[in-house]
């Protein structure tokens, strides 16, 4: 068989026939097989597909002295065939001579591809292969494979941006897959390359390099073909996990004396292995829930659980709102429809985690953990529940493993803290001082009602303190479970203290959905125009506008709060929601709130007509009741009843004065189950005064009844099933908000029904309605179009996706519209939605162009003035830059810009085309990606005043884009903050530094720059190209750089006393880099006669440190640096080939230095470091007084962790204990005297353990 191993040149190589037994080459017997005078057949496949083919010497140098005949033993002439002969003769014509082997090696080829003979390599090195054909054919069908590829890779890069989009995280698998593409096909791109030059027309006069061109080409092909395959990937993302615990605010929490000591007691129950289950029990506004939840921060910051969950249980638990909030955060899509199967599902997931804490917050009874789906005691002893209840009771039903504490009162030292500095500085005041500790006392050591108290008398005067004095003492309270007169007369004074009607009816709407629960504004909103709660309120988002500002309010007075899960929502603590139902009892409200109460059946009442609001959301109802008499009734909340399907055709016949109704269904039920058609009760059109009607999530038949509603102001069809909006609907001339948001199935709007809402504000239609009629078409139209919504002279907020261009009229400006979501081209899978479905309104101006395939039409180019969110993909028609091409105006409002996958742009802006313009004066965004001829940001000369807010920039996969930031750019951006780049193969320079003035108005360049990562810039030579001595970093507090390998060093020694902010530092696989600061004499060039003050690196806030793959690194710091490390807390450094210390001390700078301390470092971990001495060969001693872990891993030479001792006696204080072959011995000695009996002498892996901190040593 034949070898597929390089060529190499000094041996000798020759053709072994199979029936020769000498194994000798001939020309004769070459032309017999030639000839066809005999067949061997051979395996062609392998042959032809696993080698390259070279033509050794010894047959060159025959076929090239062959005169045209040859006779053999027979005295015959061989027969040349005839795709050899030639008329000529060769005796003195070389280069007819190389035509003729030319033949010869064709006809060759054809016979062996055809599998006539055998042959077999034998040389000195038994290595490569015989004959090469055209190298040109192989280079064809690599670009084949690259372009193949590449469509591949749009497809996948599409996938990913898309993902990115939705906030998911990307699979692993995926990015590599991504990474190995942009590689290869660099590989492939320089490969063909080489063949231009050695060879001239797929012909290499070298055979030698020949061969290795082929060999190389095979190779790329196959490795190419094969990423093709792995490209197919079925999903390329994953949902992002919920926040964690620690990404929660920590509001009002304040740490006293008796809450340090209670988090101290809890922390140190959750270390006991005896002890799985802790309860923290105490009434309530006692702050429980926010003690806890800063127990699960603090553990989780301490690595002392892998994962910290929290679910909040309730009075009425629900068992698949609980798991699915513990699921949430552990990322778990649950598969499996019923509580059983969930908690099955649930119990594996929790068993995953080694170590996982689990708060469930508000538990009112016993609670069944293994209905749930939590593995407890024996079944995972890692998995630790901690508790909340006001009920001693329920810890003692919780099993005999069950911890309890008490959690008390704040003594009167702690609520005077608490009370003052939420009451402001007033209460110093000696006129004040005596009522005001008065009014504190009234509190009673709540931390709920110091902070609404203290909130609510903030601004008063002596007489308003009096007064609330006066107050708190005459309110009595209701009878409300587990609130005493104390807390009642508190949260009545907040209540009594908000300013107007309208805050006290949006904060009484508050308490009609279910407890702990998070409340939507935008729903608020709609309740509140539903009930005419606003007064001198023209819009629906004037009334938005208001909401907002009220529920500030609440929020300032701490009787709401904001959600920690959802955005745009906000909560009610369930004590203060019990005191507001308890206020609408009253005869001026006349509420009945009975929402998650678990009824499965209409409330059982004498009668309903006192009331004016029914909240009977979240409940098992399943039917209603017939002859309900309810004249006062102006608001039923019936939303979220599982089983409710059918409604009685004469049940609103009672309720003539209803003016807002929710009869939406459960959102978990219409994703995984059948609907049933809900029908509209024929009664619902007797609702004359009927003005909000939410029907979300039901699957609907004929609405049409609806259009006789005609007082209704906002109908909703939420996520319903819905295939045609019928033309009554067209009568609502009175409706002002009309969402049609994620109706997948609606296929059919009649014509003319949009414009006939005369009166509609609001339209949302995304994920829903795409069928859009094309304007201006000859044929009968059977949809809506789009110049419909010109005859809305009311619409200020628009939400609509146009699948196709063609359907946008010529002049599609809506100069009325103040908000707006418009994708055109861009349609959106309805899956998106189903796991996190919720409103999503426009809080801006937005427009997306997905591969538009036709001219962009005007009146889309006039919306980019009023854009404020402008998203570019895949646009083609000779798109080459944004302005002017685009739009010539500037661009003046765009305030965030997304361009990707625009393969001509070859500039975003181009000053030499057309007028000068300031360009995106107002841009803080700007997100490139995928921009092939993109090699500048502009040509031309940029004026003053562009790209002048710009705070943030990302590019990724600009291959041609070699400097980012010019001098004169970086001179306007004054105000950058984030800098983002990766993937751009021809990136040489980030910063360009020569020639920036600074003026008397100029800020100095990059003075706000937080963050700056790079990654992946294989050609990068310089972050800062130039010098510049105004330059300052001062500001800067993030620093990743990756795979850079070109990169020397990363400062000057200018900027070195600039990173005084610098908290975050990460340099990744830069294999060239030789200095963290370059020395002055490699900038000498550059210096010239500019007279510099030597500088030291100076990192006061520096906090993270990881180095890896640096492998000409010597030493990261100096001494002087080393000093500055006060706030230094981890260090990991690894796969640094040359590193020998890592710090290190040069002549002269230990003159004054007697120790260096290192106050917060507490995780050292040294990897991979084979010629590593010491932390430090200095002679000056190292303190290390928080050091809790150190690992040191393949570190052979490190026998001294320092060499100059510590005067300290033991300057490790942490580590108690350290464990040597399993054994445990006392720490007496210090670090150097461990780290050099544990190496002397020993090549073995040694293990060594300290407790409670570590050393882990493996040499």
């Known amino acids: 068989m034949l070898s597929g191993n390089l060529v190499r040149r000094e041996d000798n190589y020759k053709m072994v026939w199979k029936d020769d037994k000498k194994g000798l080459f001939f020309v004769k017997s070459f032309y017999e097989v030639l000839d066809l005078g005999r067949t061997v057949i051979i395996p062609k496949k392998i042959i032809w597909n696993s080698v390259a083919w070279v033509i050794p010497s010894s047959v060159r140098v025959l076929l090239l002295s062959w005169q045209g005949s040859f006779v053999g033993k027979k005295k015959k002439k061989a027969r040349i065939p005839a795709s050899t002969q030639t008329r000529d003769t060769f005796k003195d014509d070389q280069s007819n001579a190389l035509k003729f082997m030319i033949g010869v090696i064709d006809a060759f080829t054809q016979r062996l591809e055809k599998g006539y003979f055998y042959l077999r390599l034998v040389g000195a090195n038994w290595t490569s292969a015989l004959l090469s054909c055209s190298v040109?054919?192989?280079?064809?069908?690599?670009?084949?494979?690259?372009?193949?590829?590449?469509?591949?890779?749009?497809?996948?890069?599409?996938?990913?941006?898309?993902?990115?989009?939705?906030?998911?995280?990307?699979?692993?698998?995926?990015?590599?897959?991504?990474?190995?593409?942009?590689?290869?096909?660099?590989?492939?791109?320089?490969?063909?390359?080489?063949?231009?030059?050695?060879?001239?027309?797929?012909?290499?006069?070298?055979?030698?390099?020949?061969?290795?061109?082929?060999?190389e080409l095979s190779r790329k092909s196959i490795i190419i073909s094969e990423l093709h395959e792995d490209g197919n990937f079925s999903e390329v993302s994953y949902p992002a996990p919920s926040p964690g615990i620690e990404s929660l605010p920590s509001g009002d929490f304040q740490t006293f004396e008796s809450t340090k000591s209670a988090m101290n007691q809890i922390i140190e129950l959750l270390k006991c292995d005896d002890s799985h289950t802790v309860c923290v029990y105490g009434m309530g506004g006692i702050g429980k829930t926010t003690l806890v939840k800063e127990v699960g921060k603090k553990t989780k910051e301490e690595k002392l659980f892998?994962?910290?969950?929290?679910?909040?249980?309730?009075?009425?638990?629900?068992?698949?709102?609980?798991?699915?909030?513990?699921?949430?955060?552990?990322?778990?899509?649950?598969?499996?429809?019923?509580?059983?199967?969930?908690?099955?599902?649930?119990?594996?997931?929790?068993?995953?985690?080694?170590?996982?804490?689990?708060?469930?917050?508000?538990?009112?009874?016993?609670?069944?953990?293994?209905?749930?789906?939590?593995?407890?005691?024996?079944?995972?002893?890692?998995?630790?529940?901690?508790?909340?209840?006001?009920?001693?009771?329920?810890?003692?039903?919780?099993?005999?493993?069950?911890?309890?504490?008490?959690?008390?009162?704040?003594?009167?030292?702690?609520?005077?803290?608490?009370?003052?500095?939420?009451?402001?500085?007033?209460?110093?005041?000696?006129?004040?001082?005596?009522?005001?500790?008065?009014?504190?006392?009234?509190?009673?050591?709540?931390?709920?009602?110091?902070?609404?108290?203290?909130?609510?008398?903030?601004?008063?005067?002596?007489?308003?303190?009096?007064?609330?004095?006066?107050?708190?003492?005459?309110?009595?309270?209701?009878?409300?479970?587990?609130?005493?007169?104390?807390?009642?007369?508190?949260?009545?004074?907040?209540?009594?203290?908000?300013?107007?009607?309208?805050?006290?009816l949006i904060f009484l709407l508050c308490c009609l959905f279910p407890a702990d629960c998070d409340i939507e504004v935008e729903y608020l909103t709609r309740l509140g125009m539903g009930q005419r709660c606003f007064k001198d309120i023209a819009t629906v988002d004037e009334a938005r506008r208001r909401v907002r500002t009220l529920i500030n309010g609440l929020k300032s007075s701490s009787l709401l709060m904001e959600s920690d899960k959802c955005q745009g929502c906000v909560k009610i603590h369930d004590l203060v929601r019990a005191f507001a139902i308890s206020i609408t009892c009253a005869d001026q409200y006349r509420f009945m709130v009975k929402s998650r109460d678990g009824l499965k059946n209409w409330p059982k009442k004498d009668t309903f007509e006192h009331y004016a609001v029914i909240s009977l959301m979240a409940n098992y109802i399943s039917s209603l009741p017939v002859g309900l008499e309810c004249p006062r009734l102006h608001t039923l909340l019936l939303g979220s009843n599982q089983g409710l399907k059918i409604f009685p055709d004469a049940f609103f016949e009672g309720m003539k004065a209803l003016r807002?109704?929710?009869?939406?269904?459960?959102?978990?039920?219409?994703?995984?189950?059948?609907?049933?058609?809900?029908?509209?009760?024929?009664?619902?059109?007797?609702?004359?005064?009927?003005?909000?009607?939410?029907?979300?999530?039901?699957?609907?038949?004929?609405?049409?009844?609806?259009?006789?509603?005609?007082?209704?102001?906002?109908?909703?069809?939420?996520?319903?099933?819905?295939k045609e909006l019928p033309k009554e609907i067209g009568e609502l001339k009175s409706l002002r908000l009309l969402d049609l948001t994620y109706c997948r199935s609606l296929k059919k709007i009649p014509p003319n029904l949009i414009s006939g809402l005369s009166g509609l504000e609001e339209l949302y239609m995304?994920?829903?309605?795409?069928?859009?009629?094309?304007?201006?078409?000859?044929?009968?139209?059977?949809?809506?179009?789009?110049?419909?919504?010109?005859?809305?002279?009311?619409?200020?907020?628009?939400?609509?996706?146009?699948?196709?261009?063609?359907?946008?009229?010529?002049?599609?400006?809506?100069?009325?519209?103040?908000?707006?979501?418009?994708?055109?081209?861009?349609?959106?899978?309805?899956?998106?939605?189903?796991?996190?479905?919720?409103?999503?309104?426009?809080?801006?101006?937005?427009?997306?162009?997905?591969?538009?395939?036709?001219?962009?039409?005007?009146?889309?180019?006039?919306?980019f003035e009023r854009t404020e969110d402008l998203s570019l993909i895949s646009l083609e028609e000779g798109s080459r830059n944004i302005l002017p091409?685009?739009?010539?105006?500037?661009?003046?409002?765009?305030?965030?810009?997304?361009?990707?996958?625009?393969?001509?742009?070859?500039?975003?802006?181009?000053?030499?085309?057309?007028?000068?313009?300031?360009?995106?004066?107002?841009?803080?965004?700007?997100?490139?990606?995928?921009?092939?001829?993109?090699?500048?940001?502009?040509?031309?000369?940029?004026?003053?005043?562009?790209?002048?807010?710009l705070r943030a920039l990302t590019v990724e996969h600009c291959d041609r884009l070699s400097t980012l930031f010019p001098a004169d750019l970086l001179q306007m951006l004054q105000n950058v903050e984030r800098v983002r780049i990766s993937w751009c193969q021809e990136m040489q320079e980030v910063f360009q530094l020569g020639g920036i003035l600074i003026g008397e108005e100029c800020v100095m360049p990059l003075s706000s720059l937080r963050v700056l990562q790079l990654n992946a810039l294989p050609q990068l030579g310089y972050?800062?190209?130039?010098?510049?001595?105004?330059?300052?970093?001062?500001?800067?507090e993030v620093l990743e750089i990756q795979s850079c390998n070109r990169l020397r060093n990363l400062f000057q020694p200018s900027m070195a006393?600039?990173?005084?902010?610098?908290?975050?530092?990460?340099?990744?696989?830069?294999?060239?880099?030789?200095?963290?600061?370059?020395?002055?004499?490699e900038l000498e060039h550059e210096l010239s006669n500019i007279q510099v003050e030597k500088p030291f690196l100076a990192l006061p806030k520096l906090k993270v440190l990881k180095v890896k793959g640096c492998k000409k690194l010597k030493s990261l710091f100096s001494v002087s640096t080393a000093q500055s490390f006060l706030q230094l807390k981890q260090v990991k450094v690894s796969g640094c080939k040359e590193l020998k210390e890592i710090v290190s001390c040069k002549e002269g700078e230990l003159s004054g230095v007697d120790k260096i301390v290192l106050p917060q470092l507490s995780s050292l971990k040294l990897k991979s470091l084979p010629v590593l001495e010491s932390f430090c060969m200095g002679n000056i001693p190292f303190e290390w007084p928080s050091l809790e872990k150190m690992v040191l891993k393949k570190c052979p030479k490190m026998t001294t962790f320092s060499v100059a001792a510590s005067d300290v006696v033991n300057h490790t204080p942490k580590l108690k204990k350290i464990r040597v072959d399993g054994k445990m011995i006392d720490n007496h000695t210090d670090l150097n005297m461990a780290i050099n009996h544990l190496f002397k002498g020993k090549e073995m892996e040694l293990d060594v353990k300290a407790t409670p901190s570590e050393i882990v040593v493996d040499s």
């Open 1057 to 1081: 006393l600039s990173l005084s902010k610098l908290e975050y530092f990460k340099i990744l696989d830069c294999t060239e880099l030789e200095q963290i600061v370059a020395d002055e004499d």
């Open 1023 to 1036: 972050v800062w190209k130039g010098f510049d001595p105004h330059l300052s970093l001062h500001n800067l």
């Open 660 to 722: 807002v109704l929710d009869v939406g269904g459960v959102r978990e039920i219409f994703y995984n189950h059948s609907l049933h058609v809900t029908p509209l009760p024929t009664s619902i059109q007797l609702l004359a005064d009927l003005r909000m009607l939410h029907l979300h999530h039901r699957k609907l038949g004929d609405i049409s009844v609806l259009g006789k509603l005609k007082k209704l102001e906002i109908l909703s069809l939420f996520a319903s099933c819905i």
């Open 136 to 215: 040109q054919q192989n280079v064809q069908d690599l670009r084949e494979q690259v372009d193949k590829l590449e469509s591949v890779k749009y497809k996948v890069q599409l996938s990913i941006d898309t993902a990115q989009r939705k906030g998911e995280h990307i699979k692993l698998e995926a990015e590599k897959w991504l990474t190995n593409v942009e590689k290869v096909t660099e590989d492939a791109r320089k490969l063909e390359d080489n063949v231009k030059k050695r060879c001239f027309n797929g012909w290499c006069p070298d055979w030698s390099s020949r061969c290795w061109l082929s060999k």
């Open 306 to 504: 892998d994962e910290v969950v929290t679910a909040v249980v309730s009075q009425a638990p629900d068992l698949i709102k609980i798991q699915g909030e513990i699921a949430d955060t552990l990322g778990l899509e649950f598969k499996r429809k019923t509580v059983t199967g969930r908690a099955s599902q649930l119990c594996e997931r929790l068993k995953m985690e080694k170590r996982i804490l689990i708060i469930l917050d508000d538990v009112w009874k016993i609670l069944d953990l293994a209905a749930i789906g939590i593995p407890h005691g024996v079944d995972h002893k890692g998995c630790k529940i901690l508790l909340t209840t006001r009920l001693e009771h329920v810890c003692n039903v919780m099993g005999g493993q069950a911890t309890k504490l008490l959690l008390n009162i704040l003594d009167e030292q702690e609520s005077w803290a608490l009370f003052r500095s939420n009451a402001g500085a007033i209460v110093d005041s000696p006129a004040v001082d005596a009522v005001a500790m008065e009014v504190a006392k009234k509190c009673g050591g709540l931390p709920l009602t110091l902070v609404t108290v203290g909130k609510a008398l903030i601004d008063k005067d002596l007489d308003g303190w009096q007064e609330a004095a006066k107050q708190l003492q005459e309110h009595k309270p209701m009878n409300i479970q587990d609130m005493d007169a104390n807390i009642f007369s508190c949260l009545k004074l907040s209540f009594d203290h908000l300013q107007g009607e309208e805050i006290t």
């Open 885 to 949: 091409h685009l739009g010539s105006e500037g661009f003046n409002g765009l305030v965030s810009l997304s361009v990707r996958h625009c393969h001509e742009f070859e500039c975003i802006t181009n000053t030499v085309q057309g007028v000068q313009v300031v360009a995106f004066p107002n841009l803080e965004t700007l997100h490139l990606t995928q921009l092939s001829c993109l090699r500048v940001v502009y040509i031309g000369i940029l004026p003053r005043g562009s790209f002048r807010k």
């Open 766 to 863: 995304r994920g829903s309605f795409q069928q859009w009629d094309v304007c201006g078409a000859t044929k009968e139209r059977r949809n809506v179009c789009l110049t419909e919504l010109k005859s809305l002279p009311y619409l200020t907020i628009l939400h609509v996706e146009i699948f196709s261009s063609k359907c946008l009229p010529k002049d599609f400006l809506l100069p009325t519209l103040s908000r707006f979501q418009i994708y055109i081209g861009s349609k959106l899978s309805f899956t998106i939605f189903t796991k996190k479905l919720k409103y999503d309104y426009p809080t801006s101006r937005t427009l997306e162009l997905k591969g538009i395939d036709s001219p962009i039409p005007v009146g889309v180019k006039e919306l």
